[in-house]
């Protein structure tokens, strides 16, 4: 089945230790997404790519980077995890076209604690 | 700006009654709306869309959702809980542009009774 996947599923890091969460797709989507999601909350939107073109939130802090080596795999990196960052982040793919864009499927979710 | 509001944030039901999550947007032009489901500690899978077809939208798990213009609502239905309903429910309605921002409700946590 064509789906997103989300490696660790669950992640423990020191404060102040980078950290790398990773997602991969078989659906060949040409955008990809990482979302911030604390609990009770809302999944709130990081970046994403179309293509390889980034795109940044106005509001996403300076410790989350990310890259996207190729089509299937981007990684969301934590430079310096704060005891604010635990929380599950999400990786969702779409299709896009210039002019339309596709629905948005989701990952699992990787859970950082951080200790 | 488009928005959504999400009338409740807990709802319970029993077992086999019908289910009635609310959700009311905000759009100055003709939406696309979504409900998605987050069971805990997983990830969001898509409910059902609605993209300007047919009104009423038929979606996995026999949930449903009937556009009303009129009203500025996108109501999700089931006519019969089952336990593993049990979910948090986020209604959300795509954002303008060119990133297909989400805008996300707050979310409703259905909680179904034996």
């Known amino acids: 089945d064509a789906m997103v996947i989300q490696n660790p599923r669950y992640q423990v890091t020191q404060f102040g230790k980078p950290v790398t969460l990773s997602c991969s797709q078989t659906?060949?989507?040409?955008?990809m997404y990482w979302y911030q999601q604390k609990s009770s909350q809302a999944p709130k939107l990081l970046f994403h790519?179309?293509?390889?073109?980034?795109?940044n939130e106005a509001d996403t802090p300076d410790n989350f980077q990310s890259r996207r080596p190729n089509t299937s795999f981007c990684f969301l990196d934590i430079r310096s995890p704060g005891l604010g960052d635990a929380a599950m982040y999400l990786c969702?793919?779409?299709?896009?076209?210039?002019?339309?864009?596709?629905?948005?499927?989701f990952g699992p979710g990787t859970r950082l604690t951080v200790t | 700006a488009q928005s959504v509001t999400q009338l409740d944030s807990h709802v319970s039901v029993s077992e086999g009654t019908p289910v009635l999550l609310r959700c009311n947007y905000s759009s100055s032009y003709s939406p696309s709306l979504f409900w998605y489901v987050q069971h805990p500690n997983k990830g969001l899978q898509l409910l059902l869309k609605y993209t300007s077809a047919a009104t009423l939208v038929k979606g996995i798990n026999g949930f449903e959702a009937e556009f009303k213009k009129s009203e500025t609502s996108f109501h999700l239905t089931k006519p019969s809980a089952h336990m593993s309903d049990a979910a948090e429910y986020f209604c959300v309605v795509r954002g303008g542009g060119a990133t297909n921002k989400l805008i996300f409700g707050t979310g409703t946590l259905l909680a179904v009774q034996p």
């Open positions: 659906l060949n989507h040409n955008v």
């Open positions: 969702a793919t779409s299709r896009a076209t210039p002019s339309y864009y596709y629905e948005q499927y």
């Open positions: 790519y179309y293509d390889k073109d980034f795109n």
